[in-house]
């Protein structure tokens, strides 16, 4: 199965890798700089709810945040694209793998996968409750956060569903995963491309569920020759969890 034919993209493994480094390195910075910021306010602080009308501001910032953030993403696939092509809109779309792809054989895979996600997610929270690691994953951080800032957490789940899949699957797994497919195994472009978008998240409690989901989403890319299963798993996935977060928060199950 590892045999499959895939269009090659234009760019080199070393603009690749070039694009991966100036992308990642201030991106990787600066998010840490924010998650070690909220963790500890929500370590420290007491959770007080605030008004809804602060709360509302909150969550205008947060989406427009997550525009800027998850937009940084497009820069690298979208210039090497443009400058390894023709330069033409379709020809940089088809470069980033934006084109048909056959349904019903990648449906299954689809399914099995999205299934595949929750399972994984279940044992490792189950894990984290048996042995009581002292581990706080994201979910449950921006659970507790919904707490206080019910209108902003939404904001924070619908960048999480709408923004962010077209924007990570673009540049992990067009730009990073095919990219270096020039140069590398499929396992090993698969394996590689799946560390760096666990690695970026800045979230060590949940690396093992994002290193499985980007190895997945890694698959489904080289299966499909598509960007667009991965990034309908993608959105599938984040917008599952931010239900989960939500019904939760409104005590209808429990997390």
């Known amino acids: ?35 070690f910021s909220s963790r500890q306010v929500v370590n ?12 509302l501001i909150y969550a ?28 033409d809109i379709r020809s940089v779309m088809r470069s980033l ?20 996600f929750f399972l994984v997610n279940y044992l490792y929270e189950l894990l984290i409750t048996t042995l009581h690691l002292p581990l706080q994953t994201n979910d449950r951080l921006i659970f507790e956060q919904g707490k206080v800032a019910p209108i902003s957490i939404d904001a924070t789940l619908i960048g999480a569903a709408m923004i962010a899949p077209p ?17 590398m ?17 800045v979230d060590l409690a949940s690396f093992a569920v994002l290193f499985f989901i980007g190895l997945a989403l890694a698959f489904l890319r080289w299966y499909s020759n598509s960007i667009w299963p991965g990034i309908i798993l993608h959105a599938l996935n984040n917008a599952t969890s931010g239900i989960i977060i939500v019904l939760a928060l409104h005590n209808v199950i429990k997390m």
């Open 44 to 55: 420290q602080a007491k959770l007080v709810p605030i008004s809804p009308q602060l709360d």
């Open 167 to 183: 924007c990570e699957e673009a540049f992990f797994r067009s730009f990073t995963f095919m990219g270096f497919l020039r140069g």
């Open 60 to 87: 205008v910032a947060t989406f427009l945040y997550a525009i800027i953030t998850e937009g940084v993403f497009l820069l690298a696939p979208v210039y090497f694209a443009k400058r390894t092509s023709s330069g």
């Open 1 to 35: 199965m590892l045999k499959q034919k895939f269009d090659e993209v234009p760019w080199t493994i070393w603009q690749t890798l070039s694009g991966i480094l100036w992308t990642l390195t201030p991106y990787a910075a600066f998010l840490l700089l924010i998650t």
């Open 97 to 116: 793998g934006f084109r048909r792809f056959d349904f019903w054989r990648v449906l299954p895979w689809m399914i099995l996968l999205f299934l595949a």
């Open 185 to 201: 195994p499929v396992w090993v472009a698969i394996v590689s491309s799946a560390f760096l978008f666990a690695l970026i998240h």
